[in-house]
């Protein structure tokens, strides 16, 4: 029942991948890229999915090409759609359909592992909030209520542990609003400021690093991809603009395609000067130089793209380490603290006791 709940109709990357994956395998047998598509529209079970195959059906029976048709619907990247026009006028169809489902099988493959590495690191979070929570609901006020029936005085930090917490727990419809209002308030941000989000994703305490390197394999992976399709660089560089979830980053790459085009810059200069705000990493400008002298581009960025994949596993796969280490620290340091809160005041009325016999 939970998962029909949150079962949606909206098309994902797994359904891309996999409607090039049976469009590669029927156009391997044989089958025209017409009847391809009517065979993956027959077995497709999301609505959005079924509407967008009818008019990518219509387009080409009215004699559009496959790739003009794409270019139609919004659920083709526009770096796809121009590696099957090249696909089509060059007659490397299948080829290049192998390219893009690799690609797409790989991508996919990266952001699971990614996402298992932060598992460990979302445990750690939502295990302190959950202790931080019992703590101020639960286990503070019931000392409390413990120590006054005591009438003692409470040692300075037993109060000053007693005050806050007490006063955290008052606060609690604030903090309510504040979870209820988190999410659409991220939302109409991101909606809004969009650029600004971007970037303040590659500055998070250790989630920034992961998705640095992230946008480094998909830029570089997919410029490889359209450059080993015969796209000129100029166009290159637009197309994985396009592609790369990162306005500043397609704002940067926009730049260097037009200083290729219009200035003749080679690549590697052109990168470094609509570089202004660092977000290509400084070791991908000299493979890109010596990929461009020695005429072996799609070599050197698939090697690139392969080092930035593994950096990325790495980076995914300590991370719940590091959060973990880093949240431990002071979560024991407040356990002390507490304990230290809890056994102050017994201390106290033992060694009063002791006194008064």
């Known amino acids: 029942m939970i998962i029909l709940f949150f079962k949606t109709d909206k ?38 999915l079924q509407a967008i195959m009818q008019s990518l059906l219509r387009d080409m029976r009215e ?49 699971r592992e990614v996402n298992s ?17 019992m703590a101020i609901f639960v286990l503070i006020p019931k000392m409390a209520d413990i120590l006054n029936d005591l009438n003692t005085d409470l040692p300075m930090i037993t109060a000053v542990v007693l005050n806050g917490g007490m006063f955290l727990a008052h606060m609690w419809p604030l903090f309510a609003l504040l979870c209820i209002t988190g999410f659409p308030a991220y939302q109409y941000a991101k909606k809004m400021y969009p650029e600004r989000i971007d970037r303040l994703k590659l500055k998070l305490p250790f989630f920034g690093q992961v998705n640095y390197y992230n946008l480094q394999y998909e830029m570089t992976k ?14 290159a560089l637009k197309y994985t603009a396009i592609a790369v979830d990162h306005i500043p980053l397609k704002n940067t790459l926009y730049q260097a395609s037009a200083k290729v085009k219009n200035s ?17 990493h400084h070791d991908l400008f000299i493979m890109i130089r010596a990929g461009e002298e020695s005429g072996k581009m799609v070599d050197i960025l698939e090697d690139e793209a392969e080092d930035f994949r593994k950096d990325l596993l790495a980076l995914s796969k300590n991370l719940g ?25 017994l201390i106290h009325m033992m060694t009063a006791a002791t006194s008064m016999m």
Do not use: W
């Not at 409607?19 to 156009?27: A, E, K, L, M, S």
């Not at 997919?222 to 166009?235: R, T, Y």
């Not at 052109?270 to 290509?280: N, P, Y």
């Not at 380490?321 to 356990?335: A, D, E, R």
């Open 222 to 235: 997919i410029l490889s991809l359209v450059l080993q399709s015969g796209i000129p660089m100029q166009d």
């Open 11 to 48: 098309p994902t990357q797994a359904d891309l991948c996999q409607f090039f994956r049976i469009i590669c395998r029927y156009y391997s047998a044989g089958i025209s890229l017409i009847n391809s598509v009517e065979q993956y529209r027959k077995n497709c079970e999301k609505k959005q």
């Open 264 to 280: 003749g810059s080679n690549t590697a200069d052109a990168l470094q000067k609509a570089d202004t705000e660092k977000l290509i």
């Open 117 to 133: 590495g932060l598992y460990p690191a979302k445990f750690f979070l939502g295990g302190v909030v959950l202790s931080f929570c």
């Open 321 to 345: 380490n590091k959060v973990g280490t880093s949240i431990i620290i002071p979560g024991m340091l407040c356990i002390i603290l507490l304990m230290i809160s809890i056994f102050a005041p």
């Open 63 to 111: 004699g559009l090409p496959f790739s003009d048709a794409m270019r139609k619907a919004p659920f083709f990247p526009a770096y796809i759609v121009e590696l099957m026009h090249v696909a089509e006028s060059t007659g490397q169809i299948k080829k290049i359909l192998d390219e893009i489902v690799f690609f797409l099988e790989q991508n996919i493959d990266i952001k």
